[in-house]
């Protein structure tokens, strides 16, 4: 078989170009004959608007060395144009150009139709407040919107990827899984997919994104990219996330309350009512708030704490707490059982609006703590307190952490603190400034902590505090940052002071006062390694370093 039997039967374009002004063909083969009718040069099988250009692409390579290179160019073919890729081979010394010439007009539609895809999604998008990027599957890689670009905080010089994003911070780690879950769906040719995360944004604050995307695929089925929408849900989804948690906590506390009472705010109805009214109540009391409460004041409630529950249940003070801000409202106050004795009971209030209707409900749910509320009346009367910062003294303190942790089927979290330095302090100010800014810091930090928690000082520069029931849900580190940041400020401008943290979490942690005491001074002493004001939750594999 010669050498031209040979190139015909090969299934693309080949030519032998000379270097001349007009390209002269010294060779082409069945291919180019078939499809081009014989041309004479180059320009014979170029749309001549596209021509110049072309031929000034290919002069810019004739610089004298060999060189390869490759263009593209519509060629004609009778009445119709068609997309061809020109790969070129440039050989100087014999001032010919070797080339292969591919029809790659499917390839082009397919990549204008894609074109306008992105922009039909893109400006879609835009009119719905969505943001977008896409997805290049082959290469892992997105582009980002302009919109986009604004909204997220990254490197505009690095290549972004999914595990881009989680290393630089812009997925929350309680997100993370979901987010990468995402985009494993994308590569493994999932038609469409979404998902709800919370990202990063400019301002540095997360927020909830619901994401969609729309897969785009080869002719072959092979997934090639994915249009990705992003819309801000976050107040529509942390409504239905305090609705859904309050809801199942409710559940829960149903099971031995004395009254639970749902109440739409707005219609003013009472929706559910279970305990002490369900066989109680008579005719005569409407289905009104005050209708019922007035009620539950004459029968249930002790008489010196009457004016007090009505003016706590009352619904437009339960309005105004709401616009307020305050959602959460808790009432102590005594009850009168069936046989007149007295008894404490806990009125706790969660105010919420319903996600899905706009209305305003109250979640009323009144509990007995007769025993807890006189241990803790006991324990205040015989308790002693610091006599230099008026915390609970260092007995008082562990008494009333044991206790609490005694039987306990909350969640709570025990920090150990001091203050950083503290003896160079006093050497360098004395003992009295010493005193002052213990004295200061103590009540800064009492200021944030809420009326239930406990907090004491062991002794000299040592703190301890119990978080009590605290949501899993709890920016835990946040809370940290703050206590560490109102000791810093106690004794400004006058001096600048400081203090470290050490936590454990009950049951996590230890069950009993000793172990979350022992757990939470390791913490303490890994803060305290890092430097000043610093902070660490206890984690499994912690030590004291051995003597």
């Not at 060395?65 to 160019?73: G, I, K, W």
């Not at 009352?314 to 009168?336: A, D, F, M, P, V």
């Not at 919420?352 to 009346?377: G, H, N």
């Not at 810091?441 to 978080?467: M, P, Q």
């Amino acid at each position: 078989m010669n050498g031209e039997t040979f190139l015909d039967r090969i299934p693309c374009g080949i030519l032998k170009l000379k270097t001349d002004e007009d390209l002269t063909i010294l060779y082409s083969n069945q291919a180019i004959k078939a499809l081009f009718q014989t041309p004479a040069s180059l320009q014979d099988m170029v749309c001549e608007s596209e021509y110049p250009e072309l031929l000034t692409e290919i002069r810019s390579h004739l610089t004298g060395e060999a060189a390869s290179f490759e263009l593209e160019f519509k060629a004609k073919i009778q009445k119709s144009c068609i997309w061809c890729s020109l790969q070129l081979n440039y050989i100087p010394e014999e001032e010919i150009l070797y080339c292969a010439i591919s029809d790659i007009t499917c390839m082009k539609k397919f990549q204008e139709h894609l074109r306008i895809r992105e922009e039909q999604y893109r400006l879609a998008s835009r009119h719905s407040g969505c943001l977008v990027s896409i997805y290049d599957i082959p290469s892992r890689t997105l582009s980002p919107s302009p919109e986009f670009s604004r909204t997220f905080p990254f490197p505009y010089t690095q290549p972004l990827s999914p595990e881009f994003l989680i290393e630089n911070g812009i997925v929350h780690k309680e997100s993370v899984t979901d987010f990468l879950d995402f985009y494993d769906d994308m590569e493994k040719g999932i038609p469409e997919g979404k998902c709800i995360t919370r990202l990063k944004i400019c301002s540095g604050d997360y927020h909830w994104f619901s994401s969609q995307y729309s897969l785009v695929c080869t002719e072959e089925q092979k997934p090639l990219r994915g249009i990705i929408s992003y819309q801000d849900i976050t107040d529509q989804y942390e409504k239905e996330l305090a609705y859904q948690k309050w809801m199942e906590y409710m559940r829960e506390q149903k099971k031995d309350c004395i009254g639970y009472y749902e109440y739409n705010l707005k219609f003013d109805l009472f929706e559910e009512i279970i305990g002490e009214m369900t066989q109680t109540m008579p005719e005569y009391v409407s289905n009104s708030f005050s209708s019922i409460m007035n009620y539950i004041a004459e029968n249930h409630i002790f008489e010196e704490d009457r004016e007090m529950f009505l003016k706590f249940f009352n619904k437009n003070q339960l309005l105004y707490h709401y616009y307020r801000g305050n959602r959460s409202l808790r009432l102590e106050h005594r009850r009168i059982r069936p046989d007149s004795t007295v008894y404490w009971g806990i009125g706790m209030v969660q105010i919420v609006s319903d996600p899905y209707t706009d209305t305003i409900k109250a979640f009323i749910l009144i509990k007995d703590i007769d025993a807890a509320k006189r241990e803790a009346l006991n324990l205040q009367e015989l308790s002693k307190q610091d006599s230099l910062t008026g915390l609970l003294n260092r007995a008082t303190a562990i008494h009333a952490i044991r206790n609490t942790l005694k039987n306990s089927q909350g969640h709570h979290i025990l920090i150990m603190l001091d203050i950083d330095r503290f003896k160079q302090l006093n050497d360098n100010y004395g003992h009295q400034f010493g005193d002052k800014a213990l004295h200061r810091a103590a009540s800064r930090l009492k200021s944030a902590l809420r009326r239930d928690d406990i907090f004491g000082r062991l002794g000299g520069d040592e703190f301890i505090i119990l978080l009590k029931d605290v949501a899993y849900s709890m920016d835990l580190y946040a809370r940290l940052e703050n206590l560490c940041s109102l000791i810093g400020s106690a004794l400004e401008p006058e001096a600048h002071i400081s203090g470290s943290l050490g936590t454990a979490a009950y049951p996590e942690d230890g069950t009993v006062f000793e172990e979350l005491y022992e757990k939470a001074d390791i913490a303490l002493y890994h803060a305290k390694k890092h430097g000043r004001s610093q902070y660490a939750v206890y984690e499994p594999g912690m030590s004291m370093p051995k003597l």
